[in-house]
Every structure is written in structure tokens, then in C-alpha cells.
């Protein structure tokens, strides 16, 4: 093994590895903030030897901890069995058929077959594609559009880079989609107008509609939704919106896909982000939780209907697939991985802690009138920042308040998550789901610490 400074890395870091949505210019200047070299549990570990929480699993992947032997030892027993071998036309192997019949089992309502990819992007991309295959084959060749939502993130290869509804993203793209289209966001009270009665009829599943009905209902192919909107900065759905989305696709026989990178696999409290409001999609994309992050993995799962109708239809070869769809060595780990979701109780865990992580969020809007619009299902929680609390006024973008909370949070021990689209300062957390009660303390009160140091400094 070669030998090697901490200031050598620190250099060969600049100079040969491009970070993925990073600031060139800022790791050119500062260099990686930090380099981590080992993580356990709920904690990460860097080349000068700090400690911290990862709070946000680090890409809100990492569902059941780190360190965790038994998925090393499930890659490690596979990749000495059968490593790799393909999937491609008739040729299988035991991981995915069974990760497959896995994943039917537990994805809700009759979400039954899986198209395996490696990570959410393709996975997106993959759902888009493979829906306006199946439109093609139905004979309705025009039922193309498809319907994302302002904020959404879908992921950066080419349909996922246009189904994400975040400009910034559209710029390194160069060409976008034509055919794909953005709606408002999922909630009432963002778009400013009143939230609904519950169980009464939400303006923004009505402004769908209005979409659908301007575009022309047989011209579109599908409407594609994260159940929480993530990226976009942790949008959670008005009361009201999934059941009328779910009853507008039905009518205009429009295809619903959740993307559920995020939100699956115990994230929200529930297995799929969906099942909080008994919601059954047509089509589900998965990825990051599946394997915890320990190795890519990603799918598509389509509804039996639609499985039994490609399967009807089509005449020759499926001309869509990936080296790696359904790589058995990463089917073995996320076969480990549910299971261990499962027997460790890590649903019902990141449901209680949730609360709790909610319950410190709250106490944090008592101390800081600055901290509002706190909001959490299972261990995805969000909150804002804004002077005078919930005035809908935001703070002027040069202090970029919530980007110093995160930073002062990572000083003090804790990785979490800061989001500024359209002015907004959010913070966002998203711990391992195997996480207990005193680290949600230890969390708060390193953000309780945080947020004091940064009204210190920026004077609010
Ligand atoms: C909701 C959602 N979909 C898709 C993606 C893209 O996944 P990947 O980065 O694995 O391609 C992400 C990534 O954060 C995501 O949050």
C-alpha cells in the first residue's frame, strides 16, 4: 500500500477527484472540509481523528448505521460464490430473483416485478422510459409528457436531470426534455394560498388537474412525485394532495411514480414513504436505502398490470438494461440489509425516534424565535429559518444563515444538511434509523449551541 501525508491527500484530492455537486472553486481554495476514514453506528471519523454525528446518513442513504459486518459478510460470501455473472435476455442468478421476490413482498399493493439499476438517477430515468415503452406498446405513442413538480429532485442523468424541477440543475444539462413538465409544489401553505379543511379538496391537486386538462390528458405519459420532496428542501405534501393525485392519475389513466429513493426502506416510519397515506403508486423507484449505501444499487418496480401488459405486448427484445441490473453481489447486500431493517425493528424505531427528533425541533422554535415550520415523518425532518419566525419573510441570501448553522454544527460535531432555493433557509436531518433517544439529544443540543453561535455572529 502506498504511503502518504494527510497533506498529500489533502493536495491529490484537489487536483485528480472532481467532487460530485461540489463548488470547484471551494475545493480548490479550502480542500476537503473532511476526509472520512472510518464510520460505526451513528458516527463518522476523519484523517485528523474528529468525531461526528452523521445526521443526514450521509446521502440520507445510510438507513441502518455504519460498520455494520453482516452486509460485508454478505458481499464478501457472494463475491467468492459468483461475484458478477449477467442478467441480460435469459441468463439470472439466485441474489436477484430472490431480492425481486423480496421487494414484491414488501412493496405495497401489487407492485410485484423489479428492474434493477444502480442508483436513483437511473432508476428515474429508467421508470421514464420504460413507461413510455409500455405507452408505445398500448398502441398510444403520444401519451409522452411527463408530469414532475417545481423542486422535485429525480437525480442528474438525462430524463432525471429534467424531471428535477431545480434550476441550477438544468444548467450543467445544457438541453433539457421539451416533453417533460413541472407542477407546483405539493403544499398549500408554500404556494402561499390557504392549507385546506382536512380530508377537503387541496388547490394544488385542483392546479394538476387544470395542468392535465391544458396539456391534453391523452398526451401524457406520467406523473412522476417524491412522496416527501427531499432535495427541493423537505416539502411534505398538504393534507388532501396524495389521495387526489392518486384519484386525478386513475381518472386521466395517467401513470404514478413515487420516487422513493429517499423515503424508502424505514426512512419516513413506514417501508415506503406512500404508506403514510395508504397510497398505492403504479410504478416505485428505489435506490440508496436499499443496501444502506453500502454498495450502489437501484430499481424500478412496476405493478403487475403493467408487468402482465408489457408482457402481452411486446414482439421482440426489451432493448434497455445495465452491466450491472441486478448485480447479484449488491442483491446479496440488500437482501442482508432488509433484513436486517426488519428483525432490528428499524421501521417502528424511526418512527418513535422521529418523534422525538420532532419533539426537539419544537423546543428549539420555544428557544429561537428565528427556528419555524419544524416538520418530521420518521427520522426525515426539516426546519426553517427566518427572522421574526413564521412571517413568510426571508433572510437577505448574503447572510446565508442556514449554511452558517451547518457549518457551525459540523465545527461542534454534528453533519447535517442546509437548503436555500428561492430564499428559503432550510435545515435538514436525516439520521441512521438505528439512532436512540440521547443522540437525538446530542443532536439538538449541538444545534441549540449552533444556532446561538450564528445570531452571535451574524448579529439576527
Ligand atoms: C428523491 C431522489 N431521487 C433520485 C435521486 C438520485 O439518486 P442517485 O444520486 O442515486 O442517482 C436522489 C438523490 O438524492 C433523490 O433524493
Known amino acids: 500500500m502506498e504511503q502518504y501525508t494527510r497533506d498529500q491527500l489533502i493536495e491529490w484530492d484537489k487536483k485528480h477527484f472532481l467532487h460530485p455537486t461540489s463548488s470547484i472553486k471551494q475545493q480548490q481554495s479550502q480542500g476537503a472540509s473532511f476526509v472520512f476514514t472510518e464510520g460505526k453506528g451513528i458516527y463518522l471519523k476523519d484523517l485528523d481523528g474528529r468525531t ?19 452486509l460485508a459478510d454478505a458481499a464478501h460470501e457472494q463475491m467468492t460464490k459468483l461475484a458478477y455473472s449477467s442478467a441480460f435476455s435469459t441468463f439470472s442468478h439466485e441474489p436477484a430473483i430472490l431480492l425481486s421476490k423480496k421487494m414484491s413482498s414488501i412493496a405495497p399493493g401489487n407492485l410485484s416485478t423489479v428492474f434493477f439499476t444502480s442508483g436513483g438517477s437511473e432508476s428515474n430515468d429508467s421508470a421514464i422510459k420504460l413507461i413510455r415503452h409500455y405507452w408505445r406498446l398500448k398502441g398510444k405513442p403520444e401519451r409522452k409528457k411527463i408530469i414532475s413538480r417545481k423542486k422535485a429532485y429525480h437525480g442528474v442523468t ?36 390557504k392549507p385546506p379543511e382536512r380530508g377537503g379538496t387541496c388547490e394544488c391537486g385542483e392546479r394538476i388537474r387544470q395542468l392535465i386538462e391544458a396539456e391534453g390528458p391523452e398526451t401524457i405519459a406520467a406523473f412522476l412525485i417524491e412522496p416527501i420532496q427531499g432535495a427541493g428542501g423537505l416539502i411534505f405534501p398538504s393534507d388532501g394532495y396524495m389521495e387526489q393525485v392518486r384519484a386525478i392519475c386513475s381518472e386521466y389513466e395517467i401513470i404514478l411514480i413515487a420516487d ?33 449505501g453500502y454498495i450502489p444499487l437501484g430499481g424500478v418496480v412496476l405493478s403487475e398490470k403493467i408487468h402482465k401488459k408489457m408482457m402481452e405486448l411486446s414482439t421482440g427484445t426489451l432493448f434497455h438494461g445495465f452491466t450491472y441490473s441486478g448485480h447479484p453481489t449488491a442483491c446479496a447486500v440488500a437482501l442482508k440489509n432488509i433484513e436486517i431493517i426488519e428483525q432490528e425493528g428499524l421501521i417502528e424505531n424511526s418512527k418513535t425516534m422521529g418523534e422525538h427528533l420532532l419533539t426537539g425541533f419544537e423546543s428549539l422554535a420555544q428557544k429561537f424565535d428565528i427556528v419555524t415550520k419544524t416538520r418530521a415523518k420518521g427520522l426525515l425532518g426539516a426546519f426553517d429559518l427566518m427572522p421574526n419566525g413564521n412571517q413568510g419573510e426571508n433572510f437577505p441570501p448574503e447572510l446565508q444563515v442556514a449554511v452558517n448553522v451547518v457549518a457551525e454544527a459540523a465545527e461542534k460535531g454534528l453533519i447535517c444538511r442546509s437548503v436555500t432555493y428561492d430564499g428559503v433557509n432550510t435545515v435538514v436531518l436525516a439520521p441512521p434509523l438505528t439512532i436512540n433517544e440521547s443522540q437525538i439529544g446530542d443532536i439538538i443540543q449541538i444545534l441549540e449551541d449552533s444556532i446561538t453561535a450564528v445570531r452571535l455572529k451574524l448579529g439576527i
Open 158 to 193: 438525462s430524463n432525471a436531470t429534467s424531471a428535477t424541477g431545480i434550476p441550477e440543475f438544468w444548467e450543467v444539462a445544457g438541453s433539457l426534455d421539451q416533453q417533460i413538465l413541472h407542477a407546483d409544489v405539493p403544499n398549500c401553505e408554500y404556494l402561499d394560498h
Open 52 to 70: 461526528v454525528i452523521d445526521g443526514m446518513s450521509s446521502l440520507w442513504n445510510v438507513n441502518i448505521g455504519h460498520g455494520r459486518k453482516e
Open 260 to 292: 422513493e429513493v429517499i423515503t424508502g426502506f424505514g426512512r419516513t416510519g413506514k417501508m415506503f414513504g406512500m404508506e403514510n397515506w395508504g397510497i398505492v403508486p403504479d410504478v416505485m423507484t428505489i435506490a440508496k436505502g436499499i443496501t444502506s
